[in-house]
């Protein structure tokens, strides 16, 4: 199994900025790709962000102010928030997608990390 573990969410006044942090362990092998979610009181689950070896990916919400990264060798996953705004209040969920040769991919999430914007 694969856990994960996210940190960083808070507090934060419109125009500012926070880090989320999203590190795996336990079986961390073949780990294709790591991504974001958020949901917001009264909405669906939205991607919010993904990489995989090579490539990312954003929600059209966000380009230009989020940025993901992923730090392999501590198998951990980055979204830097920045020029935050009121809607983008939400809980933050972190996931990984694991494919191991001969079997179905296999999908974990964190427990969930909540982000409010507010003057």
């Known amino acids: 199994q694969v856990q994960l573990v996210e940190s960083g969410g808070g507090l934060v006044q419109p125009g500012g900025s926070l880090r989320l942090s999203c590190a795996a362990s336990g079986s961390i092998k073949s780990i294709y790709a790591m991504g974001w979610y958020r949901r917001a009181p009264g909405k669906q689950r939205e991607l919010v962000a993904d990489?995989?070896?090579?490539?990312?990916d954003y929600a059209d919400s966000v380009k230009g102010r989020f940025t993901i990264s992923r730090d392999n060798a501590k198998n951990t996953v980055y979204l830097q928030m920045d020029s935050l705004k009121p809607e983008d209040t939400a809980v933050y969920y972190c996931?990984?997608?694991?494919?191991?040769?001969?079997?179905?991919?296999?999908?974990?999430w964190g427990q969930g990390t909540q982000v409010t914007v507010s003057s």
């Open positions: 996931s990984v997608i694991k494919v191991v040769a001969g079997n179905l991919p296999e999908y974990y």
């Open positions: 990489i995989t070896s090579g490539e990312t």
